[in-house]
Structure formats: structure tokens, C-alpha cells
Nanobody, 115 residues
């Protein structure tokens, strides 16, 4: 079964850090750019960061300099290191390929940043 499983979210104070992980099926992980997305309450889902199979990265302006995306090809895992978190980073975070496909959305992991 082709799927992704996200983990690592939680409650953190502003200025804190979290590291998210996403394990994906090898069949999709090995050949695709992977992305982290987030959806805040009442807002549309947005792309936060992406990483190609060769390791080239791209970030939304709102997280540049604070978030770092990386991937471990041996473990079929993509990570999102989030530092200097802000209350506006509060959202459910998802991973998917980039561009995303509808059937691959997982449960996501909740990140809540308190002020």
C-alpha cells in the first residue's frame, strides 16, 4: 500500500523547536520530490518546504531561515526541523510528493505553538 505516516508534532512555546518525520512507501519516495505542507484552521493547505531526490530544497518565505527540510533515502524518510517557532506556525503538518496527489494525504501531525 502506498502511504505516508507523519509524526513528531506537539505543543511548544514560541521560540521553541520541533522535528517532524515522515516515512513514505519506497515506491513513491525514491523517485519523487517530497514536500511538507501545513493547514491552519480555516485556511487552505500550503506548501512549506520541498526537497528533490538530489537534495535541492525550496522554502516558503514565511519559514525561510527557521525550517530545514532533509531526507534519508535509506530510510524512506523526510524530516522537517522547525526552529524559532511562532504562534502562526500552528497547523496540521502533512507530507506528500510535490506536486501532491490527493490519494496520498495522511493523517498529518498537529503542531501547536503557544505565545
Amino acid at each position: 500500500q502506498v502511504q505516508v505516516v507523519e509524526s513528531g508534532g506537539g505543543l511548544v512555546q514560541a521560540g521553541g523547536s520541533l522535528r517532524l518525520s515522515c516515512v513514505a512507501s519506497r515506491i513513491i519516495f525514491s523517485i519523487n520530490t517530497m514536500g511538507w505542507y501545513r493547514q491552519a484552521l480555516g485556511k487552505q493547505r500550503e506548501l512549506v518546504a520541498s526537497i528533490t531526490t538530489r537534495g535541492s530544497t525550496n522554502y516558503a518565505d514565511s519559514v525561510k531561515g527557521r525550517f530545514t527540510i532533509s531526507r534519508d533515502n535509506a530510510k524512506n524518510t523526510v524530516y522537517l526541523q522547525m526552529n524559532s517557532l511562532k504562534p502562526e506556525d500552528t497547523a496540521v503538518y502533512y507530507c506528500n510528493i510535490q506536486p501532491p496527489i490527493g490519494g496520498l494525504w495522511g493523517q498529518g501531525t498537529q503542531v501547536t505553538v503557544s505565545s
